[in-house]
């Protein structure tokens, strides 16, 4: 469009902080208001559902309206015809002949308050009804009884509770007049209306707090939620990386605002990062709204790349917090932990490859950060969490599903039939890879000559999984005693970060660009000819981002940089099909659509769109730990220069600029700190034909 909506109050034409996604409202399409104590999450037409963390207060709020004197109301829903989404902000546009809507959902970054803000311009008088389900429940698996409310007529503030009133949370706006019940105890599962009138043009908030007082503090000035949330973004870009390149400059941007966006937190819990989010409809289950390991130790690995190094440490502390006492690192916690004996569910321990993956992590973080004061303070658990891997090895050196949990398959036709699979094994040599250079920046040289025996044992046992006449390594050793040898992307961390002989990851690498692995989106789970592929199943043939991520850094790793480009570039084109700025859980194996019931905005597939650029990409080696810095970049012969602006080593600041040409070349400047730099420009590579993809083409 050629203009931009300027809100009276928002002042949306105004220098935004960050992107700008405008666009039609397509009614299914997920939007969200994201603050650390509170979000709004909805979809483009208007329709959304509200959380003060942990609780759910309510689900399916919609407006409607009535023009003049008319009996029955207009849905808001059907007049939506523009979205505009920025970092902090989300607004929708409503249009009829009588009157302009915008409304804009915005979440404080800190304080439990979220805010529907109504810009209304109107020539005609109007009356408002907003309708909703309430549901005042805490985020799964917890529950309260006793549930009720009371309405405060004066003040327009209907207020929640539960049998213990340990939480109040409220809905109100001074503009709200008229109720439609007075709820008592158990909240009925049905719709509850509140009108509101307005005579003529003007704004109305409509905020969803935690507590009365957090209510009465947001009312008096309700535009700062906008304003907080818009600062903290302003600030967030400003202090992260910047990068400028063709056209991943905006994919990178939402990408990392994606990521900030994660955060969650409670004063039972504390804060970290989720997995992702969705709306959770009529459940409890807010897409993956609670705190995974695996997920936050990747969005690490993109955040270490960007620069926020404070996150990154406050993402793996989190996790050490929850170490359970024989070192074993969590899979997952709830939101409402504190509400339940959450260690006696199944859930939190009950994978194999989040332990391997922290040490993996932690080598990173210090590589990148140089912070030995953590190594030191968290030396003992970093320990705990080594020997714990140890007791899931198997005679050969490698890990046992059997005794350490799921990793690579939870659900399909391979769940409960594998004994050992290569992603576990790929993580493993990824932390003993870790361990051993941990170990030797603490000093402890006996026990990185230790993991370094441990890793060549696991290598050599790896080297019989590999199938020469399919040049793949076999995806698992089953419990029948059979292998599984299908072509498959979970090989992307062995290869990428294993340190596998040379040979074999090459010809690894190279059976990962298959046509029968590789759609122009990403890499399928498992090739199109292997016994269980399912296009649509959840872990038998659809293509998730965060495993493609793995597999596109293998293929810069290993010769493959035509390929590894084509599926980045793919991965950028699918950002976006589930809502704007973000880059869905997983898509068909098939056609470009996000999967049945895939998350919109999931973490660990933004991650996808950052990690890859930096480690494959432009080749950044860090090693803050020697004041070092290795850059060895796989550029597209053609393209414009790469320009790299606050990357941090460390407490040294670095702009680069990467110029594609024959060789490369690479212009560094360190901004502040001290760094040697290293690079290996090489040779550009012609690039795979460009291609444009579309929403549900075939693979």
Known sequence: MPFRYCALLLSLCAPAAGPLIEKPAQPHKYIAANGRRAALLGFEDGRLEAWVFPIKLLRDFRLSVYVDQALDPIPLAELAETALVQPHAATIVHVHPAFTLRQTWAASPDRPVAGVLLDIDTSRPLRFRATFTPEMQPMWPASFGGTSTSWDAKSGVLTFTEGQRRFRPVLGSPAFRRISEQI????????IAIEFDVESSGTVP?????????????????????????????????????????????????ARIAIERGWACNDGVGCGLVAGWAPSGASQRPGFGWYFGGDAMMSAWAMLDYGDFEGAKSALDFLLERQRADGKIMHEWTQSAALLDWPSYPY??????????FLHTAELYLRQTGDRQWLEQKWPQLERAFRFTLSMRDPDGLLSNLKGGAAAVETGALSGKVARDIYLQGVWLAGLRGW???????????????????LETARHALEKWFVPEKNVFAFAELRDGSRYEANSAWQGMLLAEGGINPSLARRAAASLSSRALMT????????????FYNPLGYNDGSVWPFVTSQVVVALFRHGQAPAALAALDGLRQA????????????????RL????????????????????????????????MNRRLDIAPQLPCGS?????????????????????????????????????????????????PARRLSAGMRS
């Open 593 to 624: 659509a996000p999967g049945p019931r895939a998350v919109p905005h999931q973490l660990f597939s933004s991650v996808a769109l950052v990690h890859p650029l930096f480690s494959g990409l432009l080749g950044m080696e860090p090693d803050a």
């Open 640 to 688: 414009p220069p790469v320009i790299l602006r606050g990357y941090k080593v460390g407490d040294a600041v670095v702009d680069a600029e990467f110029r594609p040409g024959t060789p490369n070349r690479v212009e560094v400047r360190v901004r502040s700190g001290y760094l040697e730099v290293h690079t290996q420009p090489g040779s550009c590579f012609e690039p795979s």
């Open 206 to 254: 409509v905020l969803f707090a935690a507590s009365r007082k957090d209510y009465d503090e947001a009312v008096q000035a309700p535009q700062q939620i906008l304003q907080e949330a818009e600062q903290h973004f302003r600030s967030f870009l400003g202090r992260t990386a910047q990068l400028e390149w063709a056209s991943f400059t905006e994919p990178f941007d939402w």
């Open 184 to 191: 008592g105890h158990q909240l009925p599962d049905r719709t």
């Open 520 to 531: 122009p989106w990403g890499a399928r789970l498992f090739a199109t000819d292997s016994p």
């Open 436 to 454: 051993v250079r941990i170990a030797r920046w603490k000093g402890a040289e006996a026990e990185a000559r230790e993991a370094e025996s441990l």
């Open 348 to 357: 939190g321990f009950y994978h194999a490859d989040t332990t391997p993956l």
């Open 575 to 590: 950002a976006g099909l589930a809502g704007a700025g973000f880059l869905a859980e997983y898509f068909s194996g098939d």
